[in-house]
Structures are given as structure tokens and as C-alpha cells.
């Protein structure tokens, strides 16, 4: 038996989906008056926000000055390590001749264990600090710091390591 049942049209049907489409459109309004309307001020706050912390001035801490002292070594007692961290043929044995002329002596010359160095600097053993700023006075360099990446032994004896960059 085959039943077919009467299609009905329900009114409360028709009448939910035009409510429906009646408050989307009303959502959509509401939405585009609202960034419209709000979306100026609110970009201006922020705006000004952001401005008032990047322009804000930034408190600095001065540095405590690093007191080096007298070195104990003469220039002839302070044995200097030259080493070419450049990757140019003869720059340490260039500098080395002039490190000689200020009469220190040479430990010896050879390469760094890398060859990228931008800058040239002065490296130094404990203890020996103002012998490396002597140096670098010396040679105006403005670079001096503790050994960083070189061992006490990979001086072979020396007080100073001088890498020349590029």
C-alpha cells in the first residue's frame, strides 16, 4: 500500500525564515556601521599608543668603568700570539712585524681557528688585561677581551693573542 501524504505549507515555516534573514541583514548593518564608526578612533588610540612607547626615551644604565691598572710586563716580557683570522695570505705576518717594531715579542704567527673575522682584536690570558689594552692602544685598536674561543694551551706560552679580520 502506497500512502501519499498532502504537502503542507506551513506558515510558521515561511515566517522563521524571513525573521532569519530579516536579523542577518540587521547583523550585517549593525557590523559595518560599527567599524565604520569605531574603526577611526579606535586606529587613532592605538596609533598613539604605539607612538607614545616607541618615542618614549629609553633609560640607559651607565656602565661602571673597568679600572685596568698598570700592566706588570714590559713591552719586551709580553709575548704576543698573531694570528690570521682574515683568510688573507701574510696578514699576520704583516701585523707581526709591526707588533715587533713596538718592541713585543712575537710568539709565534699562524692562523686563527676561524677565518671570519670582521674586526681585529686583542685577546688576553687572566691577568694580563693591561697588557692587552696596552697593546691595543698600541696598534689603536679598540677590541680587547678574555680569550673566547682559544684555549690557555692554543697560546703556546704567550700573554696576548692578536686575530687579524679583514
Known sequence: MEHSLPQVSSPWRTATLIASAV???ELVILLV???TLLAKPVSDQVRQAAEAKVFAPVKVKPRAAVTVGEPKLSRGETSVIVLNGSGRTGAAAAKAAKVRELGYTIGTVGN???SDFTRTLVMFRPGYRAEAVRLAADL???IVGPLDGLRGSDLLGAHL???IGS
Open 140 to 142: 689603536k685598536l679598540k
Open 112 to 114: 686563527a681557528p676561524r
Open 33 to 35: 556601521l560599527g567599524v
Open 161 to 163: 693573542a692578536l686575530i
Open 23 to 25: 536579523a542577518a541583514a
